[in-house]
């Protein structure tokens, strides 16, 4: 794939807010220059195609909730800056009965630091339902050691998923289904759903988004907008089905970071695309594709 078509780098916005309360929207806006110990909404990606600005996310013009909850968490992918950190999430070096745990050490809504915390007595394994208490980033939770509780609601329930294994340079996931997505400066390190964006077999609220160098099931955070066509700037904006394209590589799009796009499938031909100069175009380089993948192509305008 060539990697100036989409956003260089998986950008997600995630929900989890305090339970019962509505986010801090002042909080939201872009964090300092080198990035350490912010709350940004923005990331500087530089993969020597694309940069992304420090910025606030790109919102439908609506009021309400619905906004709220979306500005919430903000998930992003960049190179570790030294955040302060107690502990190791990869060596999990935490005395007996604890666990170390990503939290908001400025009271920011973002996973920003590294704590060590008390183990549930009635600890959920991955896959359980679990709970955090205050926030989703307070980095306390009734999952086990080597897992968080991931994707919470207004209510702070959400599910257990599993650190990754391995090391940083060589992370593993125990199933094989899963791929080690390492986010946040390095502070947030997980085991996420392997999926097919053209089949799009993630769970409820979630969608399949180009994660690394494959694809990974995330929260789908669209919201009114997310639509073909439709302005973004982070890869879990778009609909299911659609992902958040370089603006270059989508018409009438050179006002945004980039544009929502469908996945399609080369089988089709253009079935599904739409746009001036938009065709489906092959995502991985002949040979490259993932076995069951070799069809999966992208409507965008070719190079």
Known sequence: MKNQWWIGLPVFVISGCVAGTKPELEQMTAGDDDGAGSSSTGLEVDDGNTSMPNTTAQQPDTDGDEVERRRCLW??????????????????????GQKC???????????????CVEVNADAGQPGDECHVEGSGVSGLDDCALGSMCWNTNEEGLGTCVAFCGGTEAAPVCDD????????????????????????????????????NDGFACAPEESGETGGNGDPCEFLNVCDPGLFCANASAMPDCQDSTGCCTNFCDLNEGNTGCSGAGVE?????????APPGLEQL???LIPE
């Open 176 to 211: 094989p289904q899963s791929s080690c997505v390492i986010a946040n400066d390095g502070v947030l390190t997980l085991c996420l759903p392997l999926c097919d964006p053209l089949v799009q077999d993630c769970g409820p609220e979630e969608a399949c988004y180009p994660v």
């Open 280 to 288: 489906c175009v092959a995502w991985y380089d002949v040979g490259q």
């Open 297 to 299: 192509g992208a409507c």
């Open 101 to 115: 745990m990503p939290w908001a050490n400025d009271g920011g809504n973002s996973w920003n630091s590294l704590k």
């Open 75 to 96: 998930l992003h992918l960049s190179a570790r800056h030294g955040s302060i950190e107690d502990c190791d999430v990869w060596a999990q070096d935490c005395p007996d």
